[in-house]
T-cell receptor
Framework: TQLLEQSPQFLSIQEGENLTVYCNSS?????LQWYRQEPGEGPVLLVT?????EVKKLKRLTFQFGDARKDSSLHITAAQTGDTGLYLC??????????FGKGTRLSVIA | DTAVSQTPKYLVTQMGNDKSIKCEQN?????MYWYKQDSKKFLKIMFS?????LIINETVPNRFSPKSPDKAHLNLHINSLELGDSAVYFC?????WGQGREYFGPGTRLTVT
């Protein structure tokens, strides 16, 4: 069974701070997705990474896929209150359904 | 324009009842999914349809029956509802099976009393 472990589980920071959340597995994934989910809504796809070592930027968000394609990180620079939400990583490997981590719940305080 | 839509948004019902949730996507995707998100926010896949054919059925009780009348629709019917069925159910779609990049609907919060 493929598992994705996300850390930390909860994170509360002040506006303007930087943060990194992690998504780790012992399995290799052909691609990995990051989603953000806000209360009462569905997960929204932020990015997909497919190549080992790949780095993608989305404004203040930087996503990195590990060289071995087993892990990923999300770095947010100068966090804003609008970044508050549940961040989910999800991986796909071969002919299997998307596997989700349990998420990091981020709270950015003004 | 809403890409993946679900109805209803909220559903409150009693144990033993039968209910349905509808999902539609206007993205032209070939694959659709149903997920269940529990109280701890863990998302787990229930079913996946590719071109109207069932390709994934993940240890879901027989009381749950998906139906895909066409590629743009995937409905979920639940018989004899139980307390443990209370959760948020999400419909999603993707261009192809096995490529990730899934787009989610807003969810249906089901409460069984």
């Amino acid at each position: 069974t493929q598992l994705l472990e996300q850390s930390p589980q909860f994170l509360s920071i002040q506006e303007g701070e930087n943060l990194t959340v992690y998504c780790n597995s012992s399995s290799v994934f052909s691609s990995l997705q990051w989603y953000r989910q806000e209360p009462g809504e569905g997960p929204v796809l932020l990015v997909t990474v497919v190549t080992g070592g790949e780095v993608k930027k989305l404004k203040r968000l930087t996503f990195q896929f590990g060289d071995a394609r087993k892990d990923s990180s999300l770095h947010i620079t100068a966090a804003q209150t609008g970044d508050t939400g549940l961040y989910l990583c999800a991986g796909v490997s071969g002919n299997t359904p998307l596997v989700f981590g349990k998420g990091t719940r981020l709270s950015v305080i003004a | 324009d809403t890409a993946v839509s679900q109805t209803p948004k909220y559903l409150v019902t009693q144990m033993g009842n039968d209910k349905s949730i509808k999902c539609e996507q206007n993205l032209g995707h070939d694959t659709m999914y149903w997920y269940k998100q529990d109280s701890k926010k863990f998302l787990k896949i229930m079913f996946s349809y590719n071109n109207k054919e069932l390709i994934i059925n993940e240890t879901v009780p027989n009381r749950f029956s998906p139906k895909s009348p066409d590629k743009a629709h995937l409905n979920l019917h639940i018989n004899s509802l139980e307390l443990g069925d209370s959760a948020v159910y999400f419909c999603a779609s993707s261009q192809e099976w096995g490529q990730g990049r899934e787009y989610f609907g807003p969810g249906t919060r089901l409460t069984v009393t």
